[in-house]
């Protein structure tokens, strides 16, 4: 069992930045492929982000560009540097963990809103 806390979230202006941050408690952190998904009011969760031991990571269209995720595996974190928000960017954000790329484990989520 990993369990995840997200911390981070927060409201911002559009144009803003943000950095999420999520602690994991496994001691084998490096072999998780480590993600964020997000839910906004009304709509289903979707994948935003997540990043393989190696750092290889895969984003999703509408964040490209904007969103940058990395990883200490020293630290057992990963984090989500936000740039540029949007509106559209607000939802409740979740941290998740896995073996493979489909998650496994969830945080309780941390909430970004971003106001026009």
């Known amino acids: 069992q990993v369990q995840l806390v997200e911390s981070g979230g927060g409201l911002v202006q559009a144009g803003g930045s943000l950095t999420l941050s999520c602690a994991a408690s496994t001691s084998i952190f490096s072999t998780y492929v480590m993600g964020w998904y997000r839910q906004a009011p009304g709509k289903q969760r979707e994948f935003v982000a997540h990043i393989r031991g190696s750092g290889i990571a895969d984003y999703t269209v509408s964040v490209k560009g904007r969103f940058t995720i990395s990883r200490e595996n020293t630290k057992n974190m990963v984090n989500l540097q936000m740039n540029s928000l949007k509106p559209e960017d607000t939802a409740v954000y979740y941290c998740?963990?896995?073996?493979?790329?489909?998650?496994?484990?969830w945080g309780q989520g941390t909430q970004v809103t971003v106001s026009s």
């Open positions: 998740t963990a896995s073996r493979t790329l489909l998650p496994q484990y």
